[in-house]
């Protein structure tokens, strides 16, 4: 059976504060609330299973080598590969029912870490459940483009994106106010909220009409896992290599930052709480500042000014000192947040509806080799140097990137059928 291509006009599109769209961002929320945890809480697992002395190494400092450290989240990112054939289920199976299995199933393994009896067992458990988050936000994003017009497309990306910093955010005002209470197995087992949740959530998020249209269509074929048609290969490719140098400069900037503050420069909690607080509300206002300068100006240039500008930022946070980790951290939040409404509008628009979900899958894949070869070159220089080194020596080469965006058509103001007439 085959039915007739829908005009958005004859859609049921969502405004971007809508219930249903605010019940996908609240999906990404738990995401990120479950997937920052190791990252937050990443100082106190190294001196829990490592030993702190009063030498000048990463190791004496940490508790454990930056090598160990590097070589245990690269592989806790790596895991997130697995988020590839878990997004583009979606293409299969619904967004809807992908997208609040893999919450659940994650979050689960989430509280399950609290239990890890060693460094080892942290990494084994955060690295099972570290796809299904990974494939809960890329399919939340998926979906609230789908179900908005180009007017509000961005806003819902913004939205989303928002939803899922609020959530790594809210991991580590925890761990920085309350670790002496909590603990990193506290924090941890705090994703059993989220979990609790997610059946109300459930009854807010509706499949996208985009998807099921093309599941009908005779342009629609059931994709195998991951599987992108030839005549998008090239345009795939392209975007990958964005998301890996993007994720090299994240990866370590943000991964490393914690145990950077609390165990090498001894920063106070109350002042990390602090300046995640800071970098919080201008990443809400770099959403902001995003969605119209990617609605305005254009996706790719503000996305290439972004990626200049995130490398910039987290050299000078890992350049020495309290101030500079402050500034260089909370800059690089508002550079990070101005990037992801335009790429994540961009993303959904380049792409059909029939493997838009297995695209979003391989931009996970692509990241996380990004941010996997980040975290173990940052990690080995910092060893042999120092954190300034390792930061310049990771994250300036990627600046190189933004020439892709050369490749990449400009997608402002059109709709998905617009692009797509015979395959949305």
């Not at 738990?30 to 190494?57: E, I, M, P, Y």
């Not at 990306?157 to 609020?166: G, R, S, W």
């Not at 972004?306 to 690089?332: E, K, N, R, W």
């Not at 959904?348 to 838009?356: A, H, I, L, Y």
């Given at each position: 059976m ?10 049921h599109l969502?405004?971007?504060?809508d219930l249903?769209i605010i019940?996908v961002a609240i999906a990404?929320?738990?995401?990120g609330?479950?997937?920052f945890?190791a990252?937050?809480a990443?100082g106190?697992?190294a ?10 190494s990463?190791?004496d ?6 090598t160990?450290l590097g070589v245990?989240?690269a592989v806790i990112?790596l895991a997130?590969l ?5 997004a ?11 997208l609040l299995?893999t ?6 393994v989430t509280v399950a870490?609290?239990?890890?009896p060693g460094?080892w067992w942290f990494v084994?458990?955060?690295?099972l459940?570290?796809?299904?988050l990974?494939a809960t936000n890329?399919v939340?994003q ?5 179900q ?8 819902a990306?913004?939205?989303i994106a928002a939803a899922?910093?609020?959530?790594g955010?809210l ?6 106010l309350?670790?002496?209470v ?6 941890f087992?705090?994703?059993?909220v989220p979990?609790?949740l997610?059946p109300?959530v459930a009854r807010w ?5 985009r998807?099921a249209?093309?599941?009908?269509s ?5 994709p ?12 795939l ?15 370590p ?7 950077y ?8 909690g109350?002042?990390t ?6 970098a ?7 959403l902001?500042?995003g ?5 305005n100006i ?6 290439a000014?972004?990626?200049v500008?995130m490398?910039g930022t987290?050299?000078f946070?890992?350049s020495g000192?309290?101030t500079?980790?402050l500034v260089?951290y909370v ?5 990070g ?6 790429y994540g509008?961009m ?6 509806t029939?493997?838009?979900?297995s695209?979003?899958g391989?931009?996970i894949a692509?990241g996380v ?7 173990v070159?940052f990690g080995?220089?910092a060893?042999?140097g ?9 994250f300036?080469p990627m600046?190189?990137s933004?020439?892709?965006?050369l490749?990449?058509?400009?997608t402002?103001?059109r ?7 015979e395959t949305?």
């Amino acid at each position: 059976m085959t039915s007739p291509e829908r005009r958005p006009t004859e859609l049921h599109l969502y405004h971007w504060t809508d219930l249903t769209i605010i019940g996908v961002a609240i999906a990404a929320l738990a995401s990120g609330f479950g997937q920052f945890g190791a990252t937050a809480a990443l100082g106190d697992v190294a001196k829990a299973f490592g030993h702190v002395t009063g030498g000048a190494s990463v190791r004496d400092e940490a508790g454990l080598s930056g090598t160990v450290l590097g070589v245990g989240l690269a592989v806790i990112r790596l895991a997130s590969l697995g988020g590839l054939a878990l997004a583009g289920l979606a293409d299969r199976w619904g967004r809807r029912k992908t997208l609040l299995t893999t919450a659940a199933v994650g979050l689960a393994v989430t509280v399950a870490a609290a239990g890890s009896p060693g460094y080892w067992w942290f990494v084994a458990l955060f690295a099972l459940g570290r796809p299904f988050l990974s494939a809960t936000n890329a399919v939340a994003q998926v979906t609230g483009a789908e179900q908005t017009s180009s007017a509000d497309r961005a806003k819902a990306v913004a939205l989303i994106a928002a939803a899922y910093a609020v959530g790594g955010g809210l991991t580590a005002e925890l761990h920085s106010l309350a670790r002496g209470v909590l603990g990193f197995r506290g924090v941890f087992a705090l994703a059993i909220v989220p979990l609790a949740l997610l059946p109300l959530v459930a009854r807010w998020i509706k499949e996208p009409d985009r998807f099921a249209v093309a599941a009908s269509s005779r342009h629609h074929s059931m994709p195998v896992l991951g599987a992108v048609a030839p005549q998008f290969r090239a345009r795939l490719a392209t975007l990958s290599l964005l998301a890996f140098a993007v994720s090299v400069i994240t990866g370590p900037a943000n991964t490393f930052v914690f145990i950077y503050a609390q165990n090498v420069l001894k920063m106070a909690g109350w002042l990390t709480g602090l300046m995640v607080a800071i970098a919080g509300v201008l990443g809400l206002a770099g959403l902001l500042v995003g969605r119209w300068l990617a609605d305005n100006i254009g996706r790719r240039p503000t996305c290439a000014l972004a990626i200049v500008a995130m490398a910039g930022t987290a050299c000078f946070a890992y350049s020495g000192g309290q101030t500079a980790l402050l500034v260089g951290y909370v800059l690089g939040v508002l550079a990070g947040a101005i990037f992801a409404p335009g790429y994540g509008a961009m993303l959904n628009e380049v792409f059909p509806t029939g493997v838009r979900a297995s695209a979003a899958g391989w931009q996970i894949a692509a990241g996380v080799l990004g941010a996997a070869a980040g975290l173990v070159v940052f990690g080995a220089v910092a060893d042999a140097g120092a954190w300034g080194t390792a930061a310049i020596a990771t994250f300036t080469p990627m600046i190189a990137s933004v020439a892709l965006f050369l490749l990449i058509p400009e997608t402002k103001g059109r709709e998905l059928e617009e692009l797509w007439p015979e395959t949305t």
